[in-house]
């Protein structure tokens, strides 16, 4: 069964359109690698893609449900000058450790961003918390995205 679908603005066409993950056709075959494999099970969010502009944890996703539908990864997500200042932010100031919670929080901060919402530093928490950071960096981090 194939899925055809878009890839940050591209179309592509996959044979793997059954129950394969979402995460796996965008790593594995497009070669898409910003994107993280983490828990696999729904709880680390760091697998995060925009589909049809809402984050969802893409290891979840089963390729068949995009069929049709616009899917965005972190690399397709620099197209606007707010998102662009986030991800200059993350890098000059260097707060992130091993960097590997960063394109989930960058994804799902983008749903609200390009949705036209203003994020304080109360929104952002609320609208990361299901980001997981192992590593130190997570406080500072927010304090960056919230400029
Ligand atoms: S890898 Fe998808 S939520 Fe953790
Ligand atoms: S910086 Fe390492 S998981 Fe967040």
Request: glycine share 14%; aromatic share 2%; with cysteine.
């Amino acid at each position: 069964m194939k899925c055809t679908f878009t890839v940050n603005g591209k179309p592509v066409e996959t044979e793997k359109g059954g129950s394969e993950a979402l995460l796996d056709v965008l790593r594995g075959e497009l070669g898409l690698t910003g994107s993280k494999e983490g828990c696999t099970d729904g709880s680390c969010g760091a697998c995060a893609v925009l589909i049809d502009g809402r984050a969802e944890n893409s290891c979840l996703v089963p390729v068949a449900q995009v069929q049709g539908r616009e899917v965005r990864t972190v690399e397709g997500l620099s197209g606007t000058p707010e998102l662009a200042r986030l991800q200059r932010a993350l890098v000059t100031a260097g707060v992130t450790a091993c960097g590997f919670c960063v394109p989930g929080m960058l994804t799902v901060a983008s749903e609200h961003i390009l949705a036209g919402e203003e994020l304080d530093g109360v929104s952002l928490k609320q609208a990361l918390s299901g980001v997981a950071c192992r590593c130190s960096g997570y406080r500072r981090i927010l304090q960056v995205l919230d400029g």
